[in-house]
């Protein structure tokens, strides 16, 4: 199994890897788009109406993969059932729609003969990701006033999983 790079290979939010060609064999990305490791994106009970609101937002621009996501998605859910049982409502607002790309390099002795380098070097699709402006809200989750320090902890522990800072915020529904 391959291993994944670091966060730092891909966090810069420089303009998006796409590519267009008058030749319809590279216009595409072979292979396809990599399927997502979020399994769902609303939580709780989406019907009832709630007093309290509190966002998630990134403090800074970057790409937040999709593991990543679901990573964060997981933690809080499990802290809030476990506090509040199913009265509330989180949903992630954001979508990996970003394909990231990796060109495979060949190391070691008679690499040269193997790898063709940097020409024709798009790279394999390996995951997508999230691109997310500064300010953009990430969670939104609805709950009761008096559980809010609940949802505030199901939020903090969830930022720990991301690769950016992240502010809770919380204002009235």
């Known amino acids: 199994m391959v291993k994944l790079r670091k966060n730092s290979a891909y966090q810069n939010l420089e303009r998006p890897y796409t590519r267009f060609s008058k030749f319809n064999k590279k216009n595409f990305i072979r292979g396809g788009i990599p399927a997502l490791k979020i399994s769902r994106f609303e939580m709780g009970d989406p019907r009832k109406k709630f007093e309290m609101l509190l966002r998630l937002n990134s403090l800074r621009n970057t790409n937040i993969r999709h593991n990543s996501l679901e990573s964060a998605r ?20 954001v979508y990996p729609f ?74 009235a529904a």
């Open 74 to 93: 997981m933690t809080s859910n499990r802290v809030l059932e476990k506090g509040v049982g199913n009265n509330f409502h989180l949903k992630l607002k």
């Open 98 to 171: 970003h394909v990231l790309r990796e060109n495979a390099m060949a190391a070691g002795a008679g690499a040269d003969r193997m790898s063709q380098g940097m020409s024709q070097s798009y790279g394999k699709p390996v995951g997508v990701a999230a691109r997310v402006v500064e300010g953009q809200t990430l969670l939104e989750l609805k709950i009761d006033t008096e559980n809010v320090a609940v949802g505030r902890e199901a939020l903090h522990r969830a930022a720990k999983k991301l690769p950016c800072g992240c502010k809770v915020v919380t204002m």
